[in-house]
């Protein structure tokens, strides 16, 4: 067999999402097929590069090898597909959540009127890159620290943090809350996209309770069912209004770090100008 590019996204997928089911559904494959495609990569290079022993799925030595270099080999591929159309070509900014908070309409406004040639695009993908790691998107705005390899950042802003609570339940009534005030209750996670664990908490009062989810939608669902609270940034206020949660600010909790990512290697023409622009909104400029 030969090695085509869906080999190479299918892998970058399950390397994202650690589980053969959740990268099925972001590349709109059955699991099976996944498995299928992997299978075959494998036997092309000779190598294990996915550990199924465990629950959860780990990248082998040389698998965490060749995700790097599949990264590089899909970003090549899509700049050089995108440089036969450089006028017209799309910036694809992806987001997991919240987008740009606040700036996100001035955002696409101001790129509408300036960059007309060069359409920018917002897409929600649900994983902890938004789709970057996997080439679906040019730039991603992301939250928290960012590990995945091959990534450059710019930190743009920070964000308080807020607590979403039931909005039938007592600490609905209160004007500002503390993490301690939510140890007590099951904090709901969205494990998939989400950037709060139970490590906001300081080692000795940590919740004992915990509800993991895989999308905003689903978290959302379960704090106004009342099935626990959850911690989020502040724009998560703006962006994902919901009639069951409300959202107190949380007094002791560290901001979020709001950042513009992008693949180090070949990035999208306009990606400079993009980040020039998010840095003028925000009034931030922190490289990493």
Not at 46 to 59: E, M, N
Not at 89 to 103: K, Q
Not at 170 to 186: I, K, N, S
């Amino acid at each position: 067999m030969s090695i085509e590019l869906r080999h190479l996204r299918c892998f970058l997928a399950i390397a994202e999402e650690r589980n053969l089911t959740r990268a099925a559904a972001v590349l709109h494959l059955t699991q099976p097929a996944v498995s299928r495609t992997l299978a075959a990569l494998e036997r092309h290079l000779g190598a294990r590069l996915v550990d199924r022993s465990t629950h959860h799925l780990t990248l082998t030595p040389e698998g965490r090898a060749f995700r790097d270099k599949a990264a590089v080999a899909v970003a090549a591929f899509d700049a050089a597909v995108g440089t036969a159309r450089p006028h017209r070509r799309p910036l694809r900014l992806g987001h997991a959540w919240s987008a740009f908070g606040p700036y996100t309409t001035p955002l696409l406004r101001r790129w509408e009127r300036e960059h007309p040639d060069v359409p920018l695009e917002l897409l929600r993908i649900d994983d902890r890159t938004a789709g970057l790691t996997r080439g679906e998107v040019d730039a991603a705005l992301l939250r928290g620290p960012v590990t995945a390899p091959g990534l450059a950042t710019e930190e743009l802003f920070r964000e308080p943090r807020v607590a979403a609570v039931p909005s039938d339940g007592p600490l609905a009534r209160r004007t500002t809350l503390t993490l301690a005030d939510l140890a007590t209750q099951a904090i709901v996670l969205n494990t998939v996209s989400g950037t709060t664990t139970p490590d906001l908490w300081p080692a000795a009062a940590r919740p004992t309770a915990t509800l993991t989810v895989a999308n905003t939608d689903d978290w959302l669902t379960a704090i106004a069912a009342g099935r626990g609270t959850g911690v989020s940034g502040a724009s998560t206020a703006s962006v994902h209004p919901h009639p069951g949660v409300t959202y107190v600010p949380l007094t002791d909790a560290p901001p979020l770090p709001v950042l513009l990512a992008w693949r180090a290697t070949a990035p999208h023409p306009a990606l400079a100008a993009l980040a020039a622009l998010a840095r003028e909104l925000s009034g931030g400029a922190t490289s990493h």
